[in-house]
């Protein structure tokens, strides 16, 4: 049997690194350079990216690297985040369950950065919905908003499940599906039970992708409706 890869550490977040061990597989190359690239996995031809966050700094290689593979962007969404806080030398003075919950469509904050990429035939996103224990370390010279504690690292705890997003309609059905044909991203908020700033950023990727346009406005809110046949072109 073909040994599994040894997947490379240094310098690298916890999470992320947990994330590229569970992923890789029996004869993948990892830390495999491509066109001036360090890409994380390459398998049989497809070029693996794990995005824990920041899809921005990522814009201009994702763009290179499509002119000639495939390409699959793995990005992690935090189902059920676990806070771990650690006294200055290091002990655990507690652990709580974080109230807020993670969903696909937490997607659309980071996408901003490339939404008409996604109708791209060689870039496949792919979520994986994971369990996540924040490690919190206290310094009272810094993180003045959290009274002195600072996020130290992100670990793996469980993936839960995974979602593949490989094209304009596959994104158009993370919609909730009470949302109607015509909607404003306040409808939209309150179906997702989101703040409006995440549907905003939905409207504007659906928008981009081709799946929503424009078609009018109720005061000054934009009225979007949803396309029969989905564009990669902005309307």
């Not at 699959?72 to 807020?100: F, Y």
């Not at 924040?134 to 690292?153: I, L, S």
């Not at 404003?184 to 179906?191: C, G, H, K, N, R």
């Not at 009225?223 to 029969?228: E, Q």
Request: net charge positive.
């Amino acid at each position: 049997m073909t040994a599994r890869p040894q997947v490379g550490t240094l310098r690298e977040k916890p999470l992320h690194a947990a994330l590229k061990r569970w992923y890789a597989e029996e004869d993948d190359r990892i830390e495999e350079p491509v066109d001036g690239f360090v890409i994380d996995i390459v398998r049989k031809g497809v070029l693996i990216e794990i995005q824990t966050r920041g899809f921005s700094s990522m814009k201009r290689k994702l763009t290179k690297l499509l002119e000639r593979h495939a390409v699959r962007v793995v990005h992690p969404i935090a189902l059920e985040k676990w806070i771990v806080k650690l006294d200055e030398v290091g002990q655990v003075t507690s652990r709580r369950k974080s109230p807020k919950r993670g969903a696909p469509v937490d997607l659309f904050a980071e996408l901003v950065s490339f939404p008409e990429l996604v109708s791209h035939p060689d870039l496949t996103l792919e979520l994986l919905l994971i369990r996540v224990e924040e490690v919190r370390r206290f310094d009272g010279t810094k993180a003045w908003r959290r009274k002195g504690w600072v996020v130290e690292e992100r670990r793996l705890l469980a993936v839960v499940d995974r979602l593949v997003v490989d094209s304009p309609a596959a994104l158009a059905s993370l919609l909730p599906s009470e949302v109607p044909q015509q909607f404003t991203t306040a409808e939209l908020a309150d179906a997702l039970q989101r703040h409006r700033r995440l549907a905003q950023q939905m409207a504007y990727c659906l928008r981009r992708a081709g799946v929503i346009e424009e078609v009018g406005k109720e005061g000054n809110a934009i009225v979007y409706c949803r396309t029969n046949h989905p564009s990669p072109q902005d309307r």
